[in-house]
C-alpha cells in the first residue's frame, strides 16, 4: 500500500479494515454456522460420546451417561472385526489413493492436449463420478460376478471364487471400483492445475531436448504439485469414509468382513446394535489416523509449499 | 472483541439451535390420559397402504374429534433407523405399523415405546387376540412393550416348470427331509434345470439369517428361539444338522454364494426360495407351489415350525394422545380390520384361530392356506436391546464357516453360542 500524504487519506486506512474485517464476517458467517453446526458441534459431540457409556434416547427419557474413560476404545480396539476393518481400509488406501493420482494426472495431461472431441472425453470421464453409486454398483455387480463380463474374458485365469466374493480380492475389487468413479472430478482438479503451468517451460523444455515423457516428470509433474497434495488428501479422506461400496457391493462387508471398513462397522455398532459409545470411539480413532496420514502426506508431498 | 464476542453468539446458537431441533416429548403423565388427534406412520407397500388408507378413514368417521393422519413410513436405510432416529428426535408418531421385533429391545431401552402392559386392559388384550403366541413379544421381564400384529411365516416355494424340467414330480416333489432337499436340488442343478437349487441372499446383513438358518431350525426344534433365558440353544445336534444341511448345499453349488441382482426365484435361476405369504402375489406368473421347511427326518405341515417374520406395532411415547392411540390400535387390530389386512395383503393377523376366524377367506384363496395354518407355529427372534448384536454375531459365523467353508461350522455355532451368551447378558 502507498504511503498517504494528506490528511483525508491519513485517517482512511484506520476505518477501511475494520469495515472490511466486519463485511468480511458478514459474508462468511453463513459458512461459519454452517461448518459450527455440521461439522465441529457433532465432531466435539461425538469425542464426548466417546468417553461416556451412551446410547440414544428419547427426550425426557431419564439416562445416566457416566464418564467411562477408556472403555469405549478398549472395546473397540479388541474387536477383531474392528482391527480388520482398518487393516482393509488401509488395503484399500494403498491401492486407490496411489492408482488415483497417477491415472488422473496421466489422463488429464493426456486431455489437455486433445484437440478433437475434448468436451465428450471430459464429460466422459465425469459421468461415473455424477452417477448415483447404487446404479453404478449394480453395473460392477454383474461385471465381476462368477458369470460376469470380466470372468468371461479372462477365462481360466478368473480367480475362484470370483472377485467380491473372494477374501483376496474383494477389498482390492472395491479400492479399483472407487478410483475409477472418482476419477473424473480428479481429472477435473488436475486440468485446473494445468492450466497454471507456464507454457515456456515446455518450449524450454522442448529446446533443451526434452521428449514428453521427460517434460511430464520435469514440468507437469512440478508444476501441479499442489493439485496433487490436494488429491492425496481428499482421495484419502474419501477412503476413510468407505461405506458405500462395501455395503452394496459386497453385501456388507463380505466375504467374511474381507471387505468392512471402520465405518461400516460404526454404522452396525451406532445404528443397527445401539452401542453409538462404540462407534463413536471407532470413529475418533479414523479421525486420528486418517489427520495423521494426511500430515505425513502434506509433509513429503508438499515440499516447502 | 466485538469481532469475537460476534463469533461466539454465533456459535452458541448453532448449537442452542441444534439442541432444541431435538427437543419434544412432553409430558408422559399427561400424554397417557390424552385423547385428540393422532399421526401414525404405516409400511410403504401398495397393499399395505391400501389397507392403511381404508382403516384411517374407517375410523376418521366415527371419531370427528380424534382424527388420524395416516402417512407412509419416511424413506431411510432401513424402517428401524428411521424410527429410531425419531425416538431420539422426540418426533416419532402416535403408533407405527411397521415395527420389527428385532428393534423393540431398543426402541424400548431409548425410552421410545409405551409399555402397553401398563394400560388396564393392555396385556389381556394382546393375550386374547394372539394366544400363547403372544408370549414370544415380551420383553424379558414379561412386559409388552409391542403389539403383536401380523406374520409372514416362510415356507419353501418351489417353481414346479423347473422341478417337471428336472424330472421331478412337481405336484408331490421331494423335499421333506434334507436328504430328500439335497437330491432335489442336485437333479435340478445337474439337469441345468436351473443354476441353483436355492438361493437365499448370501450377504451379511444380521437379517438373512432369519431365510436361511432361522426357519430350519425352528422347524428342526419344533419351535425353539436361538436365545432363550439369556443363553444360545443353537449349538446342539438340530443346529449343527441345519448347519451341515447348508453347508453342503453350498460346497455341492446347489446354493449361491454370490448376491443375485433381482430376484433369483422370479428369475429362474433358482428352483426353490424361502418365502412369505407375499410371495403368493408377488410370484403371480410363476407355476409355484409350497411345501414347509424340510426337517432332519420329515416332519408332517401340521406339525412344522418356522420363523415368523412378523411386524407389530409399536405405542410411541413421544404421543401426546396415548388415550386415542390406544383405542386406534385396538379398533386396527380387530376382527374386521384383520380381515381387511388378510383380505387386501395376504399377510397373517397374529390372532389365534385364523382360519377358523375367516374361513370365506380361505375358501377363496386356498393358496394362502398354507400361511394360514402355519402362522399358528412360528418362532420369533429372540427379545431384548442386544437382539441385533446377537444376530449379526451369528451371521457373521454363519457366513465364513457355512457359506463360505471356512472352519468347521459346528465349532464357529459353538463359538457364536459362546459370544453370544456374552451378549445377551449385557444391560
Known sequence: ??????????????????????????????????????????????????????????????????????????????????????????????????????????????????????????????????TASVAVVGVWLFLFNGSGLVNQLLGPLAPDPSWLINEAWAMPTIALFVTWKGLGFYILLYLAALQGVPKELYESASTDGAGAVRSFFTVTVPGVRPATVLVLLVSTVTGGNLFTEPYLLTGGGGPNGASASPVLIMYQRGLQQGQPDVAAAIGVVLVILVLIIALLQNRFAGGRD | MQTRRALSAVGIAAVMLALTACGGGGNQAENAEGRGDITIWYSNNEQEVAWGKQMVEAWNADHPDEQITGQEIPAGESSEETIGAAITAGNAPCLIYNTAPSAVGQFEKQGGLVDLSSLSDGASYIEERSGDIAEQYQNPDGNYFQMPWKSNPVVIFYNKDIFAAAGLDPEAPALETYDEFLASAQTIVDEGAATYGIWPAPTSEFFQTQFDFYPFYAAATGGSQIVEDGEATFADTEGYAVADFWASLYEEGLAGQEQYQGDAFADGQAAMSSVGPWAVSVYDDINWGAVPIPTPDGTTAEETWTFSDAKNIGLYTACENQATAWDVLKFSTSEEQDGQLLELTGQMPLRTDLQATYPDYFDANPAYTAFGDQAARTVEVPPGPNTVEMLQAFRDAWSKSVIFGDGDPHTALDDAAAEIDTIAAQP
Open chain 1, 1 to 130: 500500500m502507498s504511503t498517504a500524504t494528506t490528511a483525508s487519506t491519513t485517517t482512511r486506512p484506520r476505518h477501511r479494515p475494520r469495515r472490511r474485517g466486519v463485511l468480511g464476517l458478514l459474508f462468511s458467517a453463513p459458512y461459519l454456522v454452517f461448518v459450527l453446526a455440521v461439522f465441529a458441534y457433532p465432531l466435539g459431540y461425538s469425542v464426548w460420546i466417546a468417553f461416556h457409556d451412551f446410547f440414544f434416547a428419547a427426550p425426557g427419557a431419564v439416562v445416566e451417561r457416566p464418564f467411562v474413560g477408556l472403555d469405549n476404545f478398549v472395546t473397540a480396539l479388541t474387536d477383531p472385526a474392528v482391527i480388520r476393518s482398518f487393516g482393509n481400509v488401509g488395503i484399500f488406501l494403498l491401492i486407490n489413493v496411489p492408482l488415483t493420482v497417477v491415472l488422473s494426472l496421466v489422463l488429464a495431461t493426456a486431455l489437455n492436449k486433445v484437440v478433437r472431441f475434448r468436451t465428450f472425453y471430459r464429460v466422459a470421464y465425469y459421468v461415473p463420478y455424477v
